[in-house]
């Protein structure tokens, strides 16, 4: 089936942890996207590629990178420069033009 | 960027048609409207979108008014899974971003 899958569904982190969030698509999108969504919040752009080797930061960037070195995959990493990194994070592509973005599962982080 | 205004909450009955309303009265001309929709801990599902004619697909209905201000999603024959928190969205700017609100909680009852 395709579909953007993203990993582990739950993560927990340790104060000054670095921790790698996955996400991979197999729906030959260009496009990928990293959301932030805390608890009865609408979501928040954390970074986006519209090309692979190429990335843009979103509204909320700070304490996060990225990478987007294949066409599949966009992982997000949380760094422990992020001090209020408990959230449900959620991955997104999209074809192009004015196609719609399609959602992974999300993965929920939380710190220990 | 063009922001959307949508109510916090709505009740409907099974079975009966569920009609979200969405203002957006700054929506640009070549700006589309999507809808979303989430429930809890889940990701967002796509359901429709549209630019100025009215869509339909096997999900929903979106109906856009003339000028474009407004819009209302249409679940025709709503079921309990449909009790989700529903999104209207603009899409702005050269990367095609989404903004989400707050949304609509959407609670279907028996």
């Known amino acids: 089936d395709g579909g953007i899958t993203q990993s582990p569904k739950y993560l927990f982190r340790k104060e000054g942890q670095n921790v790698t969030l996955s996400c991979e698509q197999n729906?030959?999108?260009?496009?990928m996207y990293w959301y932030r969504q805390d608890p009865g919040q609408g979501l928040r752009l954390i970074y986006y590629s519209q090309i692979v080797n190429d990335f843009q930061k979103g509204d909320i960037a700070e304490g996060y990178s990225v990478s987007r070195e294949k066409k599949e995959s966009f992982p997000l990493t949380v760094t422990s420069a992020q001090k209020n990194p408990t959230a449900f994070y959620l991955c997104?592509?999209?074809?192009?033009?004015?196609?719609?973005?399609?959602f992974g599962d999300g993965t929920r982080l939380s710190i220990l | 960027d063009a922001k959307t205004t949508q109510p916090t909450s709505m009740d409907c009955a099974e079975g009966r048609a569920a009609n979200l309303p969405c203002n957006h009265s700054?929506?640009?001309?070549?700006?589309?409207v999507y809808w979303y929709r989430q429930i809890h801990s889940q990701g967002p599902q796509y359901i429709i979108h549209g630019l100025k004619n009215n869509e339909t697909n096997e999900m929903a209905s979106l109906i856009i008014t003339e000028d474009r201000k407004s819009s209302t999603l249409i679940l025709p024959h709503a079921t309990l899974r449909d009790t989700a928190v529903y999104y209207c969205?603009?899409?702005?700017?050269?990367?095609?971003?989404?903004?989400f609100g707050s949304g609509t909680q959407l609670t279907v009852l028996p």
């Open positions: 997104a592509s999209r074809r192009d033009g004015n196609q719609p973005q399609h």
């Open positions: 700054t929506i640009s001309g070549n700006e589309y």
């Open positions: 969205i603009v899409r702005r700017g050269s990367a095609r971003q989404l903004t």
């Open positions: 729906l030959n999108h260009d496009a």
